[in-house]
């Protein structure tokens, strides 16, 4: 599924209410992608690796947040659960998605500047979109900073009927619940109609069942160096070789509304989430054993868009507010800590986003199309605090305040609101002519706490036959840090006694910086199968880590730009997919890739001839049938081989921390019992296989000056055992 680019030019016409808008309309070609420049494209056509997940397979796999879908992307890893600060997560070749790739709602950045990446659960209205577009690669050429991984774009859905609307509701195991909605539909008269979309949704888990079977992984003994003096600590609960487990409860729910017109769309989206804060972390630093210790959050945005057309030209116009808030009883009880820091301690942070964003199309008669944008980003932030003493009362700072009021113990430790603004503007030209599609993209953006950053884009597509498509693209990509890299770092001093971490913010930090490279083939066999081969080297540099070490009589814990380190990763994806053969309708979608790469270790500490939390081999086959007109069965089976853990940080002892290879299988099986009823029932992980996931921590490690080693993160990631969830989707 992969594609290429012709520009939309249709001019916004007049909308009327007529005959076709009591119907429901056929199901819509699924291989136009708008995330890739911000105008609508041709899959076949494009430049770049890009994947396109529609409505119909939502349903009929059975997907339930962002990162279920994610798991069937070729070259991609998930982790379910991933940890408390991001909740589930996943990797784009080898990059920690959450933090290196941009994730839109309807074309448009959600995640909140304060954050160290995008929280994900089951708070995004996955079982109300149209679509999700996934492009692999950097895309700093339109977005600007943070697209380094590549681009997901979730469509949220639109119909042309004057009522329709959709609910779900799934139950299972482990303590599974969650109920789903979408109304949307037309009013008006003549030719002022407008349309209108509304959903919302609840999903919770009252324990994760990913402790069973992994005890050698939790046991303190193993991050402990030998020393058990942890157990005489008033935080630890539990044994020498395990600690107290008592619920590890999630939840999440969403809820948006879209209002539009002939020009205008207004509307909102807001999403909470909350997971138990251990999730993912060494028994030591954070104890399991109370469920109320929790990490979660609040994002709300509003947002208007305008569209027109001025002469030759198509104009949009967006304006947002995005708000997030952490709640304000975020809490987590440590047992020995960097800083050696013992306690219960709570967080918070916060932040304000203002965007606006202008774009501007034209298209000529010889096939030349170029498209403009200027964008406007003011942000005020109350970086991440997560020594407070009592929860913060979220009252004492205000959207864009220079100051934080009644915060004596803040004050004294110098802590402050970080504000900053990021101006963007950007160029794209695209060329058709013949067999051939070229593109050349460039961004400037200006960052009021940095400085100014170029990334060029260059991208071209050759089809030697109707059915065979060769393209090619390199890019750049960069992420300047966040105000929770610059406040994440903190030196420890006694204060009355006790040993507390003091914000060391750490103002020079500079942008990492990215280079890749793409390579592709795709063969069009038939209307129903396809293969494609794709060849990528990407590189990043100046890379920004977690360091731990003495300077001075303090400790200093936190991050620091490694001008010496490299990372550098090769590999080459193949897939084949095959749509509805024979009298059963057989479908299969195989991938395979193969990955290698190296790294130059922080601080001096050696070269790996390996990339660390990335699998040489990841395997993925979905195959499936109709046994009866109605019924599809399918096998999701998956194949990762062995990977280095995060935990190593010096070259000397990387052969100890190999974390295992794996298989699982899921078995999905979906009804439709009438037109407007779907059921499922979904079986993960059949064969209970205990398996590792992406390391809690994306840090990679804690580099350390003196190559010893320590660890945030459990030493492999515990996933999910067998698990099941029964449901019912309803169309109307």
């Not at 482990?174 to 008269?189: A, D, E, H």
């Not at 997560?386 to 802590?415: A, H, Q, T, V």
């Not at 991938?591 to 601080?603: D, H």
């Not at 049938?625 to 990387?654: C, I």
Request: proline share 5%; hydrophobic share 35%; with cysteine.
């Amino acid at each position: 599924m992969i594609g290429h680019a012709q520009t939309d030019t249709n001019l916004i016409e007049m909308d009327r209410l007529g005959k076709k808008d009591f119907v429901r309309p056929k199901i819509e070609n699924a291989s136009t992608v708008t995330s890739a420049s911000r105008n609508a494209k041709n899959l076949e056509d494009l430049p770049f690796t890009a994947y396109v997940i529609t409505k119909e397979m939502i349903a009929s796999r059975g997907y339930q947040t962002l990162v279920d879908v994610l798991k069937d992307i070729p070259g991609t890893r998930v982790s379910q659960p991933g940890s408390a600060e991001h909740g589930e997560t996943f990797s784009m070749r080898g990059l920690f998605g959450n933090y290196y790739a941009k994730i839109l709602l309807d074309n448009v950045p959600i995640q909140p500047s304060a954050t160290n990446g995008m929280p994900i659960e089951a708070q995004f209205p996955i079982q109300s979109i149209e679509r999700i577009e996934v492009i692999m690669g950097p895309a700093s050429d339109v977005y600007g900073a943070d697209a380094m991984a590549g681009v997901i774009n979730i469509v949220t859905q639109k119909e042309e009927r004057i009522k329709w609307g959709n609910a779900s509701l799934i139950m299972g195991s482990p303590y599974l619940t969650g109920v789903k909605f979408t109304l949307g539909g037309k009013v008006g008269k003549g030719n002022r109609v407008y349309r209108y979309t509304m959903f919302g949704g609840f999903q919770q888990m009252r324990n994760k069942n990913i402790v069973a079977g992994h005890n050698e992984v939790y046991n303190p003994l193993t991050y402990s160096n030998g020393d058990s003096s942890f157990i005489a600590s008033p935080f630890y609960r539990g044994s020498f070789t395990l600690p107290d487990f008592n619920g590890l409860p999630s939840a999440s729910l969403n809820a948006g509304l879209r209002f539009s017109g002939k020009h205008l769309t207004i509307g909102f989206d807001a999403m909470q989430r909350s997971e138990q804060s251990a999730i993912g972390l060494n028994p030591l630093t954070v104890t399991y054993h109370n469920p109320n210790h929790k990490t979660g959050e609040r994002i709300f945005r509003g947002f208007m868009v305008y569209n027109t057309n001025i002469g030759e030209w198509n104009s949009r116009s967006y304006a947002s507010w995005l708000s997030y808030r952490m709640d304000r009883g975020n809490s987590y009880s440590t047992v020995q800590n960097p800083l050696n820091a013992q306690g219960v301690f709570y967080m918070y942070s916060a932040s304000d986003d203002l965007y606006l964003e202008q774009t501007m199309n034209y298209q000529w008669a010889s096939g030349l199309s170029f498209q403009a944008s200027g964008t406007f980003q003011y942000s005020g932030n109350f970086p991440i605090y997560k020594y407070l003493l009592s929860p913060f009362d979220p009252g004492n700072y205000r959207p864009w305040s220079s100051e934080i009021r009644n915060s004596p113990f803040l004050d004294s430790l110098g802590f402050a609101p970080f504000n900053f603004s990021n101006v963007g503007l950007m160029g794209q030209l695209y060329y058709e002519k013949g067999r051939w599609e070229a593109m050349f993209g460039l961004r400037f953006d200006y960052h009021s706490k940095f400085y100014g950053a170029i990334n060029p884009r260059i991208g071209f597509s050759f089809k030697a036959s109707p059915k065979s498509i060769i393209r090619f693209s390199s890019s750049t990509g960069f992420r300047p840090p966040s105000s929770y890299l610059i406040y994440s770092s903190y030196r420890s001093v006694v204060i009355d006694g006790d040993t507390v971490g003091i914000p060391s913010p750490q103002f020079d930090l500079d942008p990492e910086d990215f280079v890749s490279i793409d390579i592709g083939f795709k063969q069009l066999i038939s209307k129903k199968s396809s293969f494609d081969v794709v060849a990528f080297y990407h590189e990043t540099l100046n890379s920004i880590v977690k360091t731990l070490n003495n300077q001075g009589d303090e400790l200093f814990y936190g991050y620091q730009n490694s001008p010496n380190s490299r990372r550098g990763l090769f590999g080459v994806q193949v897939q084949y997919v095959v749509k509805d053969i024979g009298l059963k309708k057989l479908f299969s979608d195989f991938s395979v890739s193969y990955s290698k790469g190296f790294e130059e270790l922080p601080f001096n500490q050696g070269t790996l001839s390996d990339y660390r939390e990335m699998p040489n081999w990841i395997g993925k086959w979905l195959i499936g049938f109709y046994p009866m007109k109605d019924l599809s069965l399918s096998l999701r089976n998956q194949f990762s081989s062995s990977w280095l853990s995060s935990s190593v940080v010096t070259s000397d002892v990387n052969f100890e921390y190999q974390v295992a290879s794996f298989y699982t299988m899921d078995i999905l099986i979906n009804y439709s019992a009438t037109n407007s009823i779907n059921l499922f029932c979904n079986i993960f992980n059949v064969t209970d296989s205990k398996y590792g996931g992406i390391s809690a921590v994306n840090d990679l490690g804690i580099a350390t000056r003196t190559g010893a080693i320590f660890t945030e993160s459990l030493y492999y990631n515990p996933q999910y055992g067998t698990k099941f969830t029964v449901g019912a989707n309803i169309n109307f």
